[in-house]
């Protein structure tokens, strides 16, 4: 997964989604989302819980309608809970202790 600090919302593709049990149900909003490309990407809100090492965070991610999307860590009920240092040269990225 890319940590994207220019994504609002986490975003998996289709298949991902599929494969932990999303399903589309007739009452499901469709939303369009769109990136620097300008094109737009059909998805829904899913909430799940993602692990962090021994954290398990309530999260919403866009689930993209669509396998061309990419795995995208955004800011959305994530990034306000870390101290986020990415260390470029030596290719690390630190998430430290959440904010409480």
Sequence with gaps: MYIDSGADITTIPLAAG??????QKPRNKILEMRGVSGGGVPY????VHLGFDDLRLPVRIAWALIDEAPFLLGRLDIFK?????????QGLIFFSTPVR
Excluded: S, V
């Design 18 to 23: 599929l494969a932990l049990g999303f399903r």
């Design 44 to 47: 829904l809100i899913e909430n």
């Design 81 to 89: 809970r870390f101290d986020i240092t990415f260390k470029e040269r």
